[in-house]
Nanobody
Framework: QVQLVESGGGLVQAGDSLRLSCTSS????????MAWFRQGPGKERDLVAA????????AYGDFVKGRFIVSKDNARNTLYLQMNSLEPEDTAVYYC???????????????????WGQGTQVTVSS
């Protein structure tokens, strides 16, 4: 089993930056893909960013447009999401997810991830 705990969310103004963290415990996640998803009010849970176990390959949602960077520190069992130039449309609960596909690709599909955190709220005011 894998436990994922997100942190770093909060209330910011448009144009500000935030860095989210996701710490994993239980089974070692260092050789598995991980991802960030988000779910806004009344919306589907969409991919924000995904990353391979090594960090060499990444995938981003279309709305990111170069504003966010996903990274992974395997030594610390921690996944990060650096979010810059935040917009009110980025307001959502952000979820960390881990795949169980050994050294798999950075999938954008929710069904590829079997472990999920509880989420952290990000609110961006205009």
């Amino acid at each position: 089993q894998v436990q994922l705990v997100e942190s770093g969310g909060g209330l910011v103004q448009a144009g500000d930056s935030l860095r989210l963290s996701c710490t994993s415990s239980g089974r070692d996640t260092s050789e598995y893909p991980m991802a960030w998803f988000r779910q806004g009010p009344g919306k589907e849970r969409d991919l924000v960013a995904a990353i391979t176990w090594s960090g060499e390959r990444k995938a981003y949602g279309d709305f990111v447009k170069g504003r966010f960077i996903v990274s992974k520190d395997n030594a610390r069992n921690t996944l990060y999401l650096q979010m810059n130039s935040l917009e009110p449309e980025d307001t959502a609960v952000y979820y960390c997810a881990a795949s169980d596909v050994y050294r798999g690709p950075p999938s954008g599909s929710r069904s590829s991830y079997v472990y999920w955190g509880q989420g952290t709220q990000v609110t961006v005011s205009s």
